[in-house]
């Protein structure tokens, strides 16, 4: 998948995320979910912002499974460490390339988009944020 840089432009999309389990593999992200940071507007479960110094994620549009995972937590193993975090958003997988969504291109189906407090948790340093592999569970 490649950035997007106008209106209109083609980006790849997905409807369906992997099946979850009891140990959904995927990769986490690097997210701002505070005002005017990366992750655009509000959250989709609350309309609100949160701070990055909370355990708050956003996952790929599959496994945010229209809303039915709002407000739950979930469990992300990675790095030897397991940290429990709340989904407050959708890492929208089906819409982007467009001035609606930053000209940012959909997520993969397989993204847990978290604040930068999730991967404090899991002991990652600054340095190396941005993109691992974990699994992950309904907590």
Not at 70 to 86: D, E, H, P, Q
Not at 117 to 122: F, K, P, Q, T, Y
Request: proline residues 4%.
């Amino acid at each position: 998948m490649t950035d997007c840089s106008k209106e209109g432009e083609y980006c790849d999309i997905y409807r369906c995320s992997p099946k979850v389990s009891n140990h959904t593999k995927a990769v986490l992200t690097l997210n701002g979910f505070d005002s005017n940071e990366d992750g655009g507007g509000p959250s989709e479960c609350d309309r609100r912002y949160d701070s990055d110094k909370e355990l708050v994620v956003a996952l790929s549009t599959g496994w945010f499974n229209k809303r039915k995972r709002s407000l739950k937590f979930i469990n992300i193993y990675g790095n030897g460490k397991i940290v429990k975090a709340k989904v407050v958003d959708e890492c929208n997988s089906t819409m982007g390339c467009d001035a609606d969504h930053s000209y940012q291109p959909p997520c993969d189906n397989n993204i847990v988009d978290a604040s930068d407090a999730v991967w404090e948790a899991l002991g990652v340093p600054k340095d190396q944020r941005g993109g691992m592999d974990i699994y992950w569970s309904d907590a």
